[in-house]
């Protein structure tokens, strides 16, 4: 079972700001006075060299000095290495997840470059970071892997160059909605050692910018950011959490701040901010300006959180997630084919009756125990599994509600999302309850099924027919375990399952780019990164070519592709590649007996009575919209998928009628059709909702049906919901302002319905989940006035079924 972890806390930090004076450069001595004084390590004092004043300070009994208090002050005298000292702590949280940004501040000639990059003998704070980087992940002890890349770029004249790319070219900032702000197309190297990112710093350095100034002989004319990314894979049963640790390094040019500070400086980060000053009595005003920026930087605050990866996780890491999972699956297949071999082997010899019926006591008495550890498990899994959505929604919204308040933005949305927060907590804190009552449950049935085996050990060894009823007891336990492993390969399954949702939806939000398969290996390939495991589009008219490789078909890749009523019902091949997965030698023959698929679907033919039903109208043409139900699933409710998608009504009455068939409890083996794509697209409607804001009535509303497996408050359905609706966002451009279009999510499984709410204004105008108050839905056609209807018609087409 995968561990509960706490929930990714999230704090409140303001910035730690250092002050740092260089000493007088042999210059300076020659021509300067030193006009900077530093008290003690956390204060200083600045002379105002300007004699004139003194008769003026004396009159009004005005102080020369003024005085600043930082969280740390260092002297001339100090060494880098005393400052980094005191931030190798915000450093070190870069192993575990968290965000550091490094920044020193100051006018030119004060020390930037030379507190940042350093010397030999006096190596600066990049060179100390990714020192105490890789020290720390040799020494780590856990099992987890880790990665570390690096890039390095500057902007010069507002202009970003890779400093990393021999000739680089522009390139341009891009607000991404996952990872924040990012430099597209920047080179990202990966790196195993500290002397390899100071190879790269060097080589960086040689293409900075410099020139002559005044105050430096080779002043920096460019701000340079070096950023290292620490990727910890966790290992966990079922899976692995990725935490990604991000270092920002920063040698500001001058002193004006730029757009790639602004996580640092308002984002997710502990940030440090070194303020360098020169003690030259000619730099006073330059000093004075430092200071006094500093002082009021000592307010800023940042939100620091762990970055746990879940959908920017890299689609490799899911492959390799689900392969191992595969293997899995097969070894318990294989065990499962062993045990049912043995079964097949039934005694021969007869007992008397009365002789057996203390051994039918403990047999039954086992079997209970055996459905009864089942049932535990099952449950713990499907808490475990819950709780680990609840944790991402909650960090989502410990997201929104600092951006919320870093924007100082209305409070209503803030107390939604503080109350959602609140539901959030109290369903993990519940679900964390009820899985250690799971747990303690499951090791007192474990103990109970260790008592009944020996109780059955010792009878069958003092009994005159040992061998018979040995075997037959042998035969009974088979059979329980047969049971349990089928358990397990279902559980396994699940995950698997889940798994390839989230590749799948990671190869749409890429093929949602409107980008082709070959643009994006290259983009990926300009980032640094190898992708694997990418779906390849075949030629012409094969089924299994995502929709997305269509130059018409902008916004068909987030939905997927859905059987037409006139198409064949899905083959398991057409199915399995638009699952998001493809193997070439699976691909060539599409009718041929798909054994991967089989072998990817076939714990989930069996199903447990009582959990189990089937979107399935069996006749092989009639198709609910819902996909093959995985394991753990409770009964669709009827009726609701009729208003949206017309045609499902014996799909929906065979269902119920097969599901309940299945009462009882009893391992059945039931087939299933293969699973249809996640994403369907119905036909738009418009919508007039009478929740609907009083603004906006009257106006013609688009809907977006969702639909989830699990209602749970909010923890499964709703990452997936809102990695939906970020891709859909992302993808619809809107070029025309009242775009029209249902969306329905399949998860498989009873659905939520979920409802998104667009105007021609707002974009989002609501989105909320079961609203309380009924939505007249009305094909788009068939509201509002003609005219209206023509319109729409005229700007709106129907998306199209695949
Ligand atoms: N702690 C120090 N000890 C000795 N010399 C120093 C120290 N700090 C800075 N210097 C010297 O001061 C001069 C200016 O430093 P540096 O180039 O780091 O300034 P800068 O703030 O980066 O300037 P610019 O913004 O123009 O690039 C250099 O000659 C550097 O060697």
Same mark, same amino acid.
């Given at each position: 079972m995968p561990s509960i972890r706490a929930p990714a806390s999230k704090q409140t930090a303001t910035l730690q700001v250092a002050v740092k004076c260089r000493p007088l450069t042999d210059n300076e001595q020659r021509r300067s006075r030193h006009i900077i004084q530093v008290i003690d390590d956390k204060s200083v004092v600045v002379l105002d060299p300007d004699l004139s004043k003194d008769y003026l300070d004396l009159i009004q009994n005005r102080t020369k000095e003024r005085s600043y208090t930082f969280d740390h002050v260092y002297a001339p005298g100090c060494s880098n290495a005393d400052v980094y000292k005191n931030i190798s702590s915000t450093i070190a949280g870069v192993v575990h997840g968290l965000n550091a940004t490094v920044f020193a501040y100051g006018s030119t000639g004060s020390g930037k470059t030379y507190t940042m990059v350093g010397t030999h003998s006096d190596p600066g704070l990049m060179v100390l970071s990714f020192r105490t980087i890789f020290d720390l992940i040799k020494k780590d002890d856990s099992p987890d892997t880790f990665e570390v890349s690096c890039s390095y770029l500057e902007v010069y004249n507002e202009v970003i160059y890779d400093l990393l790319e021999k000739s680089s070219g522009h390139l341009e900032l891009r607000e991404d909605p996952v990872h924040g702000i990012i430099v597209a197309g920047l080179k990202r190297i990966k790196v195993h050692s500290a002397d390899r990112i100071l190879e790269l710093l060097n080589i960086g350095n040689s293409r900075r910018k410099t020139e002559s100034t005044e105050a430096n002989a080779t002043s920096s004319r460019s701000h340079a950011v070096l950023e290292i990314t620490v990727k910890r894979k966790q290992k966990g049963q079922y899976g692995s959490q990725v935490l990604r640790g991000k270092l920002a390094l920063v040698d500001l040019a001058g002193s004006k701040l730029t757009r790639i500070l602004k996580d640092g400086l308002s984002g997710n980060s502990r940030t440090v901010m070194v303020a360098t000053i020169s003690p030259a009595d000619d730099q006073y005003h330059h000093t004075t300006n430092t200071l006094k920026y500093a002082d009021r930087a000592k307010e800023i605050k940042t939100h620091v959180h762990k970055n746990i990866g879940t959908l920017d996780t890299h689609v490799e890491d899911y492959q390799r997630m689900?392969?191992?999972?595969?293997?899995?699956? /097969?070894?318990?297949?294989?065990?499962?084919?062993?045990?049912?071999?043995?079964?097949?082997?039934?005694?021969?010899?007869?007992?008397? %009756? /009365?002789?057996?019926?203390? =051994?039918?006591?403990?047999?039954?008495?086992?079997?209970?125990?055996?459905?009864?550890?089942?049932?535990?498990?099952?449950?713990?899994?499907?808490?475990?599994?819950?709780?680990?959505?609840?944790?991402?929604?909650?960090?989502?919204? %410990? %997201?929104?509600?600092?951006?919320?308040?870093?924007?100082?933005?209305?409070?209503?949305?803030?107390?939604?999302?503080?109350?959602?927060?609140?539901?959030?907590?109290?369903?993990?804190?519940?679900?964390?309850?009820?899985?250690?009552?799971?747990?303690? %449950?499951?090791?007192?049935? #474990?103990?109970?099924?260790?008592?009944?085996? *020996?109780?059955?050990?010792?009878?069958?060894?003092?009994?005159?027919?040992?061998?018979?009823?040995?075997?037959? /007891? $042998?035969?009974?336990?088979?059979?329980?375990?047969?049971?349990?492993?089928?358990?397990?390969?279902?559980?396994?399954?699940?995950?698997?399952?889940?798994?390839?949702?989230?590749?799948?939806?990671?190869?749409?939000?890429?093929?949602?780019?409107? =980008?082709?398969?070959?643009?994006?290996?290259?983009?990926?390939?300009? $980032?640094?990164?190898?992708?694997?495991?990418?779906?390849?589009?075949?030629? !012409?008219? *094969?089924?299994?070519?995502?929709?997305?490789? /269509?130059?018409?078909?902008?916004?068909?890749?987030?939905?997927?592709?859905?059987?037409?009523? $006139? !198409?064949?019902?899905?083959?398991?091949?057409?199915?399995?590649?638009?699952?998001?997965?493809s193997t070439m030698s699976y691909l060539k023959n599409q009718h041929e007996t798909p054994t991967i698929c089989r072998q990817e679907h076939l714990s989930s033919y069996y199903m447990m009575s009582g959990t189990g039903c089937s979107p399935y109208s069996g006749d092989g043409k009639q198709w609910s919209s819902g996909r093959s139900m995985p394991f753990f699933c409770t009964p669709e409710k009827?009726?609701?998928?009729?208003?949206?998608?017309?045609?499902? #009504?014996?799909?929906?009455?065979?269902?119920?009628?097969?599901?309940?068939?299945?009462?009882?409890f009893s391992m059945h083996r039931k087939k299933l059709p293969p699973p249809v794509p996640a994403w369907v697209v119905l036909e738009p409607f418009v919508v007039l909702s009478p929740d609907a804001p009083p603004t906006n009535a009257g106006k013609e509303w688009a809907i977006i049906r969702c639909a989830s497996r699990k209602a749970y408050g909010g923890g499964k359905h709703t990452q997936e919901l809102l990695d939906g609706l970020t891709l859909y966002q992302r993808l619809v451009t809107f070029p025309d302002p009242l775009m029209v279009l249902t969306v329905e999510f399949r998860l498989g499984g009873s659905r939520l319905v979920y409802y998104m709410v667009y105007d021609a204004d707002e974009r989002i105008a609501r989105h909320d989940p079961l609203p309380t108050t009924p939505v007249h839905v009305l094909p788009w056609y068939a509201q509002g006035s003609p005219s209206a209807a023509r319109r729409l018609r005229r700007r709106v087409r129907p998306p199209r079924q695949i």
């Open positions: 689900i392969d191992n999972l595969q293997v899995e699956v /097969s070894q318990l297949k294989k065990e499962l084919a062993e045990k049912e071999h043995q079964l097949s082997v039934k005694p021969t010899e007869k007992a008397a %009756d /009365s002789e057996l019926s203390w =051994l039918n006591v403990l047999s039954q008495e086992t079997g209970e125990n055996v459905q009864e550890r089942i049932n535990l498990q099952k449950a713990l899994f499907e808490l475990e599994e819950t709780n680990k959505r609840n944790r991402i929604e909650l960090q989502h919204l %410990d %997201d929104a509600i600092a951006r919320h308040q870093v924007k100082e933005m209305d409070s209503m949305a803030l107390q939604a999302l503080t109350s959602r927060r609140q539901i959030i907590l109290d369903n993990i804190r519940d679900n964390d309850e009820a899985g250690a009552g799971y747990r303690k %449950d499951i090791e007192m049935n #474990e103990s109970r099924r260790r008592q009944l085996q *020996d109780m059955i050990e010792e009878a069958t060894s003092n009994n005159g027919n040992r061998t018979y009823l040995h075997i037959l /007891s $042998q035969y009974r336990l088979l059979g329980m375990t047969n049971a349990e492993l089928q358990i397990e390969m279902a559980m396994r399954d699940q995950v698997i399952h889940n798994q390839r949702e989230a590749l799948r939806s990671l190869w749409n939000i890429l093929y949602g780019t409107g =980008l082709n398969q070959k643009q994006i290996l290259k983009l990926a390939a300009k $980032q640094g990164l190898t992708v694997e495991g990418c779906p390849l589009p075949s030629s !012409s008219s *094969d089924v299994s070519t995502p929709p997305s490789f /269509s130059p018409h078909r902008r916004l068909a890749p987030p939905f997927m592709s859905f059987p037409s009523p $006139q !198409s064949e019902p899905y083959s398991p091949s057409a199915c399995f590649f638009q699952q998001g997965f009827p009726g609701e998928m009729n208003n949206f998608h017309p045609g499902t #009504e014996n799909a929906v009455s065979q269902q119920n009628k097969e599901h309940s068939d299945t009462q009882g």
